[in-house]
Antibody
Framework: EVQLVQSGAEVKKPGESLKISCKGSGYYFTSYWIGWVRQMPGKGLEWMGIIFPGDSDTIYSPSFQGQVTISVDKSTNTAHLQWSSLKASDTAMYYC?????????WGQGTLVTVSS | AIQMTQSPSSLSASVGDRVTITCRASQGIGTDLGWYQHKPGKAPKLLIS???TLHSGVPSRFGGSGTGTDFTLAISSLQPEDSATYYCLQDASYPLTFGGGTKVEIK
């Protein structure tokens, strides 16, 4: 069974760093792109970027380029989304999803709250 | 970037009604479009890929059509469990872009 399991909710202060994770199982992790999607409170879905675990090829949305880093650890079948200095505006739910022809499997989401 | 204009932003319909949601792309995307259902507190679910292909396990009352710039998601007979927000997503070119969403409420 294909599963993407994300790390738990985080509460951070502005300026802190954070790395959240998305662990894939039940399929060849290195063969399919993994994307990240943001949903800010009360807003719609936004595509952030995508990584191919096989070779770490990464593509960012211009809106998120330089704001976050997407990476992968093939040894643990895990994709990561990280921030070096969080802002209050990073408060959102973050989803990872596997891309085949579309995003067919999704993680359960990680809620990130940034507040002083 | 390709802009996806989704309409309406919300609708209210009765159980058994036929409902349609449209997405218009700012340039042609062939059939590289997916539709997703998103309920509060849950992960989004893929309904339709390639503009018309029903994803495994999705009820047959959902259907997708369109090519190029104009796309439609139809629910042939609305059910209570269809209350959700629906999004289109173009995956023809990077950056991938979502429509603004359509909130479907049951009267």
């Amino acid at each position: 069974e294909v599963q993407l399991v994300q790390s738990g909710a985080e509460v951070k202060k502005p300026g802190e760093s954070l790395k959240i994770s998305c662990k894939g199982s039940g399929y060849y992790f290195t063969s399919y792109w993994i994307g990240w999607v943001r949903q800010m409170p009360g807003k719609g879905l936004e595509w952030m970027g995508i990584i191919f675990p096989g070779d770490s090829d990464t593509i960012y949305s211009p809106s998120f380029q330089g704001q976050v880093t997407i990476s992968v650890d093939k040894s643990t079948n895990t994709a990561h989304l990280q921030w070096s200095s969080l802002k209050a505006s990073d408060t959102a739910m973050y989803y990872c999803a596997r891309r085949v022809e579309a995003f067919d499997y999704w993680g359960q989401g990680t809620l990130v709250t940034v507040s002083s | 970037a390709i802009q996806m204009t989704q309409s309406p932003s919300s609708l209210s319909a009765s159980v058994g009604d036929r409902v349609t949601i449209t997405c218009r792309a700012s340039q042609g995307i062939g059939t590289d479009l997916g539709w997703y259902q998103h309920k509060p507190g849950k992960a989004p679910k893929l309904l339709i890929s390639g503009a018309t292909t029903l994803h495994s396990g999705v009820p047959s009352r959902f259907g997708g059509s369109g090519t190029g710039t104009d796309f439609t998601l139809a629910i042939s007979s609305l059910q209570p469990e269809d209350s959700a927000t629906y999004y289109c997503l173009q995956d023809a070119s990077y950056p991938l872009t979502f429509g603004g969403g359509t909130k479907v409420e049951i009267k």
